[in-house]
């Protein structure tokens, strides 16, 4: 689903706080000044915002200025999102946890809702914003909050790929069905996590050749079962012949516990189920117990907190 925003559809003395209202819609709440004290007069602005299953993807084109996102906005919304500064012209800087991230064209930096940043601009701009929600990358990144506005350079590695597929992602984005929308809001994080974990703060020690092993092994069996209800670290360990304590040690460097890493792959699991066309005719509650649920309450608020919406409105996305 994409639709277009623009400040041209107001009168020039309304469209700063247009432009104020529109990214609150779009991102989170948040303030807007000017880059200069009386340029808001001849503020312009348009954002064309893309839907895709559990990512969102919004070009902004804008005159020069400074977003703000305060301890004010943070207490009157409970929004908990990851977004990603893609700059695509121009130069901007992502302020966030002490440090100021300095984008050329090509650079992007991640911000975290949940805390104060700012947004600055001294030039006209346009940038690729991804939005995606808090929990989905928490469970693929360590430590996020000594990875925020931190500059990863798109002229090499896992940026140079992320900007690529952006690319072609703004070129076929109306003509993709779900399933494969799904499929390229997954690649889109699992490169945006590569780029991250290049930065310095996100170093770890490498795992050993045995440590992979084991921990590779309890994945797989963990996928194997996904639609037992009764799996657990206690049934795994027993079905593998190791103790709880070991599976929790081969998980130590994992952003997620050996339970949560279940519930995750559940999660994920059922996202994909929900925008099959073969399973239209299912009932959510199906399709949760059919990978391991046993309440479809507490499933749908794991959803929701996960992809930030409700089962039946990601399903909903399959026919629209």
């Known amino acids: 689903m994409?639709?277009?925003?623009?400040?041209?559809?107001?009168?020039?003395?309304?469209?700063l706080a247009y432009w104020t209202d529109m990214i609150c819609n779009v991102y989170v709440q948040l303030g807007c000044d000017p880059a200069r004290e009386g340029d808001s007069g001849d503020f312009e602005g348009s954002i064309?915002?893309?839907?895709?299953?559990?990512?969102?993807?919004?070009?902004?084109?804008?005159?020069?200025?400074?977003?703000?996102?305060?301890p004010g906005h943070i207490s009157h919304s409970s929004d908990d999102y990851f977004l990603v500064s893609i700059q695509a012209r121009g130069r901007g800087v992502v302020r966030q946890d002490g440090r100021d991230a300095v984008l050329s064209a090509g650079d992007f930096a991640l911000y975290d809702s949940t805390r104060p940043y700012q947004l600055l601009f001294d030039e006209s701009f346009e940038q690729i914003v991804l939005?995606?929600?808090?929990?989905?990358?928490?469970?693929?990144?360590?430590?996020?909050q000594a990875l925020t506005a931190t500059t990863v350079s798109g002229r090499e590695g896992a940026g140079h790929l992320l900007l690529g597929m952006i690319r072609t992602l703004r070129e076929?984005?109306?003509t993709l069905q779900p399933?494969?929308?799904?499929?390229?809001?997954?690649?889109?994080?699992?490169i945006l996590v590569a780029g991250l974990q290049t930065l310095p703060a996100a170093s770890a020690p490498s795992l050993s050749n045995l440590t992979a092993y084991h921990l590779a092994r309890v994945k797989?069996?963990?996928?194997?079962q996904l639609a037992e209800p009764s799996l657990s670290v206690s049934t795994l360990a027993a079905e593998l012949g190791v103790s709880v304590s070991h599976i929790h040690r081969v998980f130590r460097s994992e952003p997620l516990t050996p339970s949560q890493y279940i519930w995750e792959r559940r999660?994920?699991?059922?996202?994909?189920?929900?925008?099959e066309p073969r399973l239209a005719g299912r009932p959510v509650a199906d399709i949760?117990?059919?990978?391991?649920?046993?309440?479809?309450?507490?499933?749908?608020?794991?959803?929701?907190?996960?992809?930030?919406?409700?089962?039946r409105e990601w399903r909903q996305q399959r026919i629209q």
Do not use: W
């Open 179 to 190: 399933a494969s929308a799904l499929a390229v809001a997954n690649g889109v994080q699992n």
């Open 220 to 224: 797989r069996r963990i996928d194997e």
């Open 2 to 15: 994409t639709q277009l925003l623009s400040t041209d559809a107001v009168p020039r003395d309304q469209r």
């Open 48 to 70: 064309r915002q893309h839907t895709l299953p559990g990512l969102d993807v919004s070009v902004v084109t804008s005159s020069p200025q400074k977003v703000m996102r305060t």
């Open 131 to 144: 939005k995606l929600p808090g929990e989905r990358l928490r469970s693929e990144l360590r430590d996020t």
């Open 288 to 311: 949760a117990y059919g990978r391991g649920f046993n309440d479809a309450a507490h499933f749908s608020r794991a959803f929701k907190e996960r992809f930030g919406c409700s089962p």
């Open 172 to 174: 076929d984005i109306d």
């Open 267 to 275: 999660l994920e699991a059922c996202s994909r189920d929900l925008l």
